[in-house]
């Protein structure tokens, strides 16, 4: 009898394949990019912790176990329709139907030097 390979998951060939394509899909955008997503509850947060190439690769192949893991440790969170504080930018993923999203983090903006520290 022949030996068969396992189709029901993805080689790791198939995952470092697809994680590169989504790395360089990697967008970023404004809320106001983003807010009709949200408003058709297909915008999701992902905490800084996790690569949002990561997190689509596990949509995309449809891992159930890793995404509600995230969702459970809240590291995955559906997105509010109204606009979140603090943050002008936001990296994002297209995951047909959903859009990943993270807060666009910035440097640190150097004060200006002035006369006075010359």
Do not use: C, Y
């Not at 198939?14 to 058709?40: D, I, N």
């Amino acid at each position: 009898m022949a030996n068969r390979e396992d189709t029901s998951t993805p080689s790791s060939a198939t995952r470092e394949s697809l994680f590169k394509k989504l790395s360089a899909e990697v967008g970023v955008a404004s809320w106001e990019a983003l807010a009709p997503h949200a408003e058709r509850g297909a915008l999701f947060w992902v905490d800084h912790s996790l690569e949002l190439a990561e997190v689509g690769v596990s949509l995309a192949l449809d891992e159930a176990d890793s995404v509600k893991a995230w969702h459970q440790a809240e590291l995955i969170l559906a997105a509010a329709s109204s606009a979140p504080q603090d943050f002008g930018a936001f990296r994002f993923l297209i995951i047909q139907p959903f859009v990943i999203a993270a807060p666009l983090e910035l440097p640190p903006v150097n004060d200006p030097i002035s006369d006075a520290d010359l």
